[in-house]
């Protein structure tokens, strides 16, 4: 018996494919991880009923959803712009922390009122994460040098530069703690009515509506996608490959730095050293999943706020370790790659049942 397998690129996708592969994704990562739960002893079903059903049935569980939701939308843009033109910002960690260090400053010491000092917050957080992710663009641009790397590395950069102020020149407030004084009143997000959330869930929302509109509707975002999808023939229709790096870049870390000022603003009151659950890195999964559009990416989001809250529930009920939402992660980025592949290529398995020679017979040894 033979088994015999052959691939063969795709020249049309089919549609169930396409537009299937962010749900087949997720249910295959949440498939998996039911093997590690099952290693654990907690029965799946019971375990998966707790992080998604009771956490989007309970209104504090929503609430808690909707704030996480913020950060991980506003960086998930940030990782999904780049993407659109073929590139990899794999340093929204970083721009999430220059946009809080940025903001958090303006937001104890500029005395303005409510509608004038937030406003002024998220612009100077957005110019500082902006500016930082545009350091790599520049180097993409002009000399071609890997965005990844330099993404990357300029994340640890920022993470020790705000480890560095609030142990000293933006200290205060906490004693020996580290970590900067409180926000100003009039530089916190007020609360959302009937939504009870703080108001940088609008903004987020705001976000994902600029770059869905920006992506889908001018001469930008189709240039944008035009140098992603075949940078030589954008180049030889005459669009500029360095000014839509650098555009992406810009506008993704300002994404990424309003969604740190967000996070400081709307939840913590103050910087503080390692406030981010590594936000930043789990925008990668999240503009992966949703990378056909920003409003997929708000929905990415909000599943990853989902795994991130439903989670510490499953911690508590169930004792299962918090390196199980990492797991999922992991997984979820895995899966993305097995349907990519299956996306590219079809698999053909064919199974001879003919016996294979023996001896003495036509092609058997002599």
Same mark, same amino acid.
């Given at each position: 018996?033979?088994?015999?397998? =052959?691939?063969?690129?795709?020249? +049309?996708?089919?549609?169930?494919? &396409?537009?299937?592969?962010?749900?087949?994704?997720? &249910?295959?990562?949440?498939?998996?991880?039911?093997?590690?739960?099952?290693?654990?002893?907690?029965?799946?079903?019971?375990?998966?009923?707790?992080? %998604?059903? =009771?956490?989007?049935?309970?209104? %504090?569980?929503?609430?808690?959803?909707?704030?996480?939701?913020?950060?991980? @939308?506003?960086?998930?843009?940030?990782?999904?712009?780049?993407?659109?033109?073929?590139?990899?910002? /794999?340093?929204?960690?970083?721009?999430?922390?220059?946009?809080?260090? @940025?903001?958090?400053?303006?937001?104890?010491?500029?005395?303005? *009122?409510?509608?004038?000092?937030?406003?002024?917050?998220?612009?100077?957080?957005?110019?500082?994460?902006?500016?930082?992710?545009?350091?790599?663009?520049?180097?993409?641009?002009?000399?071609?040098?890997?965005?990844?790397?330099?993404?990357?590395?300029?994340?640890?950069?920022?993470?020790?530069?705000?480890?560095?102020?609030?142990?000293?020149?933006?200290?205060?407030?906490?004693?020996?703690? *580290?970590?900067?004084?409180?926000?100003?009143?009039?530089?916190?997000?007020?609360?959302? *009515?009937? #939504?009870?959330?703080?108001?940088?869930?609008?903004?987020?929302?705001?976000?994902?509506? &600029?770059?869905?509109?920006?992506?889908?509707?001018?001469?930008?975002?189709?240039?944008?996608?035009?140098?992603?999808?075949?940078?030589?023939?954008?180049?030889?229709?005459?669009?500029?490959?360095?000014?839509?790096?650098? !555009? /992406? !870049?810009?506008?993704?870390?300002? !994404?990424?730095?309003?969604?740190?000022?967000?996070?400081?603003?709307?939840?913590?009151?103050?910087?503080?050293?390692?406030?981010?659950? +590594?936000?930043?890195?789990?925008?990668?999964?999240?503009?992966?999943?949703?990378?056909?559009?920003?409003?997929?990416?708000?929905?990415?989001?909000?599943?990853?706020?989902? #795994?991130?809250?439903?989670?510490?529930?499953?911690? @508590?009920?169930?004792? /299962?370790?918090?390196?199980?939402?990492?797991?999922?992660?992991?997984?979820?980025?895995?899966?993305?790659?097995?349907? =990519?592949?299956?996306?590219?290529?079809?698999?053909?398995?064919?199974?001879?049942?003919? *016996?294979?020679?023996? +001896?003495?017979?036509?092609?058997?040894?002599?």
């Amino acid at each position: 018996m033979n088994l015999s397998v =052959e691939l063969e690129a795709r020249e +049309d996708v089919p549609a169930w494919l &396409v537009y299937g592969t962010p749900v087949f994704t997720v &249910v295959g990562a949440l498939a998996l991880s039911a093997v590690a739960l099952v290693a654990l002893s907690v029965n799946p079903v019971a375990a998966y009923g707790t992080m %998604f059903v =009771e956490t989007l049935t309970n209104p %504090f569980g929503l609430r808690q959803t909707a704030t996480r939701t913020v950060p991980l @939308v506003l960086t998930g843009l940030a990782v999904y712009l780049p993407l659109r033109a073929g590139l990899w910002n /794999v340093g929204a960690e970083g721009q999430l922390y220059m946009g809080a260090i @940025v903001g958090t400053w303006i937001g104890i010491n500029v005395s303005l *009122p409510m509608v004038a000092l937030i406003p002024l917050a998220i612009l100077g957080a957005g110019v500082a994460g902006g500016l930082w992710a545009g350091i790599p663009a520049y180097l993409r641009a002009k000399w071609d040098v890997n965005e990844i790397i330099t993404t990357l590395l300029l994340t640890f950069v920022a993470v020790q530069i705000a480890s560095y102020l609030v142990r000293g020149p933006m200290q205060g407030g906490l004693g020996n703690i *580290p970590g900067s004084a409180e926000l100003l009143d009039a530089a916190t997000y007020p609360t959302v *009515p009937v #939504l009870e959330v703080h108001a940088g869930f609008l903004v987020a929302l705001l976000a994902v509506a &600029v770059t869905a509109v920006l992506v889908a509707r001018t001469r930008m975002g189709f240039e944008v996608t035009f140098v992603g999808s075949n940078p030589l023939a954008a180049a030889q229709a005459g669009m500029s490959t360095a000014r839509v790096y650098l !555009f /992406v !870049f810009l506008v993704g870390g300002a !994404f990424a730095g309003i969604g740190g000022f967000s996070e400081i603003s709307g939840v913590q009151g103050r910087l503080r050293p390692a406030f981010s659950p +590594d936000y930043g890195f789990t925008a990668i999964p999240i503009a992966l999943l949703g990378r056909n559009g920003a409003v997929r990416v708000l929905l990415a989001a909000v599943f990853f706020a989902v #795994l991130f809250v439903g989670g510490s529930r499953l911690e @508590v009920s169930y004792g /299962v370790p918090a390196a199980l939402i990492d797991v999922i992660q992991a997984l979820v980025i895995l899966c993305l790659i097995t349907a =990519e592949f299956f996306k590219r290529y079809s698999v053909d398995v064919e199974l001879d049942d003919e *016996p294979a020679p023996t +001896d003495g017979e036509p092609g058997g040894a002599a």
